[in-house]
């Protein structure tokens, strides 16, 4: 007799983003993540579709880390009738705050310029995806916080563990143990991997045993380069820059890689390795708030890095300028050159690089450096794959600025580390999520069918036995 346990993916279904799991066993049902769709317009206006699913029917949700793509769609889920609890490390749920306040607000005001124009031209009025009252309804669901390693009963019949990723700060794989009359299968979700050997956070903890793995597959096509390498790199493009009177863009992601680039911007700074009184701009409240979140959290760091503590704040450093608002972010358009801005988002489809970009891709002497991933109908994908001219406010620009790619800041494993992390424990089955189809997700498939694995691609709100 089948056990009636079943797992469908409702978001991240041959696409990097929007992440959303369900894992159906007996009659309770339980989510993974709940992302929003992030990338071009189309992907966007998939956030308003059905979830698939009934939130009203979902017992419980599991977050794996606090990134959109991932804790997105949560406000609109309990707008729609999730009364379950919500499941986090502790700096997951610091960090979703941060998070789903600055989306709420960001919906909120791009629903307002919406609601103008649409009357204006006398259509109909789309409100926002949520509110910020949505916003703090979500955080309510917030249970206590889960300790890395520790084992909580979720609901009858199901429990979870969750293992630390490296991704971010507090970022989990989460292994699900169900059990359903007799019969008993377990899930492990990797969630989004880190790279080991990182300066801030842990390596991530590999693959236990389980009979299913739900793992991601953003460069599962090829490997980063070495990470010394690429601050090598990093330190390459301030000091050319700098020397010929530029400004330095960084498009930076606010959690994980805001930090590691300031840090390594210290570390560069400390070693006299680019000017140690180089104006620095981080121009993302978002960033600055995920900053003081991370001195909270040392229980999430590796024991380098706690050394590094004891004697310094390694995310400081002599000309640092936080920008919390829209005048002092106004103020740095006027620098011309000789100084690092780092502003949000890491995509530069949204947020304050916009501006950044509109005042400086122009320039011959300045640099955008991008030190992050680029999803498909992105800004920043369009100017890596080396537009000339891109849009931006409706303003045609030239790109006239250098252009860096460094990947190896990626803050998502590379090729050989996923293969790793999976090692070579019996699997009934893989399925690849989180991932472009055609590039890294095929790729990783071919590369572990040939290693003798069961892998499988599921198909957006598909249900698959877990058999």
Same mark, same amino acid.
């Given at each position: 007799?089948?056990?009636?346990?079943?797992?469908?993916?409702?978001?991240?279904?041959?696409?990097?983003?929007?992440?959303?799991? !369900?894992?159906?066993?007996?009659?309770?049902?339980?989510?993974? +993540?709940?992302?929003?769709?992030?990338?071009?317009?189309?992907?966007?206006?998939?956030?308003?579709?059905?979830?698939?699913?009934?939130?009203?029917?979902?017992?419980?949700?599991?977050?794996?880390?606090?990134?959109?793509?991932? &804790?997105?769609?949560?406000?609109?889920?309990?707008?729609?009738?999730?009364?379950?609890?919500?499941?986090?490390?502790?700096?997951?749920?610091?960090?979703?705050?941060?998070? !789903?306040?600055?989306?709420?607000?960001?919906?909120?005001?791009?629903? #307002?310029?919406?609601?103008?124009?649409?009357?204006?031209?006398?259509?109909?009025?789309?409100?926002?995806?949520?509110?910020?009252?949505?916003?703090?309804?979500?955080?309510?669901?917030?249970?206590?916080?889960?300790? *890395?390693?520790?084992?909580?009963?979720? &609901?009858?019949?199901?429990?979870?563990?969750?293992?630390?990723?490296?991704?971010?700060?507090?970022?989990?794989?989460?292994?699900?143990?169900?059990?359903?009359?007799?019969?008993?299968?377990?899930?492990?979700?990797?969630?989004?991997?880190?790279?080991?050997?990182?300066?801030?956070?842990?390596?991530?903890?590999?693959?236990?045993?389980?009979?299913?793995?739900?793992?991601?597959?953003?460069?599962? +096509?090829?490997?980063?380069?070495?990470?010394?390498?690429? &601050?090598?790199?990093?330190?390459?493009?301030?000091?050319?820059?700098?020397?010929?009177?530029?400004?330095?863009?960084?498009?930076?992601?606010?959690?994980?890689?805001?930090?590691?680039?300031?840090?390594?911007?210290?570390?560069?700074?400390?070693?006299?390795?680019?000017?140690?009184?180089?104006?620095?701009?981080?121009?993302?409240?978002?960033?600055?708030?995920?900053?003081?979140?991370?001195?909270?959290?040392?229980?999430?760091?590796?024991?380098?890095?706690?050394?590094?503590?004891?004697?310094?704040?390694?995310?400081?450093?002599?000309?640092?300028?936080?920008?919390?608002?829209?005048?002092?972010?106004?103020?740095?358009?006027?620098?011309?050159?000789?100084?690092?801005?780092?502003?949000?988002?890491?995509?530069?489809?949204?947020?304050?690089?916009?501006?950044?970009?509109?005042?400086?891709?122009?320039?011959?002497?300045?640099? &955008?450096?991008?030190?992050? *991933?680029?999803?498909?109908?992105?800004?920043?994908?369009?100017?890596?794959?080396?537009?000339?001219?891109?849009?931006?406010?409706?303003?045609?620009?030239?790109?006239?600025?250098?252009?860096?790619?460094?990947?190896?800041?990626?803050?998502?494993?590379?090729?050989?580390?996923?293969?790793?992390?999976?090692?070579?424990?019996?699997?009934?089955?893989?399925?690849?999520?989180?991932?472009? *189809?055609?590039?890294?997700?095929? #790729?990783?498939?071919?590369? !572990?069918?040939?290693?003798?694995?069961?892998?499988?691609?599921?198909?957006?709100?598909?249900?698959?036995?877990?058999?």
């Amino acid at each position: 007799m089948h056990p009636a346990m079943f797992y469908s993916c409702h978001g991240a279904a041959k696409q990097v983003t929007g992440s959303c799991h !369900l894992v159906r066993c007996g009659d309770r049902q339980v989510l993974i +993540d709940c992302g929003m769709f992030q990338g071009s317009r189309e992907e966007e206006q998939a956030n308003a579709e059905p979830f698939g699913f009934d939130p009203g029917q979902i017992d419980a949700l599991l977050l794996t880390h606090a990134h959109l793509d991932h &804790v997105g769609r949560v406000p609109r889920l309990i707008r729609e009738g999730f009364r379950g609890q919500i499941l986090a490390t502790s700096a997951t749920r610091d960090l979703a705050r941060i998070v !789903l306040l600055d989306a709420a607000r960001l919906q909120e005001e791009d629903a #307002a310029r919406a609601e103008r124009s649409s009357r204006r031209r006398n259509e109909a009025v789309q409100p926002p995806l949520f509110t910020l009252d949505d916003a703090f309804h979500a955080l309510e669901r917030f249970s206590d916080p889960v300790n *890395y390693g520790d084992t909580v009963s979720v &609901v009858p019949g199901i429990s979870a563990q969750f293992l630390d990723a490296g991704h971010i700060l507090g970022s989990a794989s989460i292994l699900l143990q169900l059990q359903d009359g007799g019969q008993a299968r377990s899930i492990l979700f990797s969630g989004d991997l880190g790279s080991p050997g990182r300066p801030i956070l842990r390596d991530p903890t590999p693959a236990p045993p389980a009979d299913f793995v739900v793992m991601e597959s953003t460069y599962g +096509d090829r490997d980063h380069r070495p990470l010394p390498d690429s &601050v090598d790199e990093l330190y390459e493009a301030v000091n050319s820059t700098l020397k010929r009177g530029g400004n330095v863009i960084i498009p930076t992601f606010a959690l994980e890689r805001a930090q590691e680039v300031l840090y390594y911007l210290h570390q560069g700074m400390r070693q006299q390795r680019i000017p140690s009184r180089t104006p620095v701009f981080l121009d993302s409240p978002m960033a600055i708030s995920a900053t003081e979140t991370f001195r909270r959290h040392p229980e999430c760091f590796d024991e380098d890095f706690m050394a590094v503590l004891r004697d310094e704040d390694p995310f400081t450093m002599p000309n640092l300028r936080f920008s919390h608002d829209s005048v002092d972010s106004m103020a740095i358009n006027r620098i011309e050159g000789g100084a690092i801005i780092m502003a949000g988002s890491g995509m530069c489809n949204g947020g304050r690089i916009r501006h950044h970009l509109r005042h400086n891709l122009w320039r011959e002497k300045s640099s &955008v450096v991008f030190v992050g *991933y680029a999803a498909e109908g992105t800004l920043a994908r369009r100017i890596v794959n080396g537009a000339r001219r891109v849009q931006i406010f409706g303003e045609d620009i030239a790109v006239n600025a250098t252009i860096w790619t460094i990947n190896g800041f990626s803050a998502h494993a590379g090729r050989d580390e996923l293969l790793a992390w999976l090692g070579q424990h019996p699997r009934r089955g893989v399925f690849l999520v989180h991932g472009e *189809y055609e590039r890294g997700m095929q #790729a990783l498939e071919n590369t !572990l069918h040939d290693k003798g694995f069961s892998v499988r691609l599921p198909g957006k709100h598909e249900p698959i036995l877990l058999d």
